[in-house]
């Protein structure tokens, strides 16, 4: 058994041993959490513009869109987003 536990696996991180917590800056975290947001946010924009655009804008499914079905979803995704931005932004003042 000379190769077991050859995998990078040095003494101080063998099974049952913590390693020591890596100690992380407020702003590292605000960063993170940041980022993690709008990653969320963005996610949360798309499925509601694949949703709502989807269930307006195609009404018989195939493997392509028509020209007719993209600008729809093209003018359903733009209002969508200005949507989006005018309630962020009315939030976002409310709060203040």
């Known amino acids: 058994m000379s190769g077991y536990g050859s995998y990078g696996s040095t003494p101080s991180s063998s099974f049952g041993q913590e390693e020591p917590k890596q100690r992380v800056s407020k702003e590292e975290l605000d960063q993170h959490l940041t980022q993690q947001l709008a990653v ?11 949703k709502q655009c989807f269930k307006m804008c195609i009404s018989k499914p195939s493997s392509q869109l028509t020209s ?3 600008a729809c979803i093209n003018k359903c995704a733009d209002r969508y987003l200005e949507t989006f931005q005018q309630v962020q932004r009315a939030f976002l003042g409310s709060r203040q």
């Open 40 to 50: 969320s946010q963005m996610q949360a924009i798309i499925q509601g513009i694949s």
């Open 68 to 70: 007719s079905d993209q």
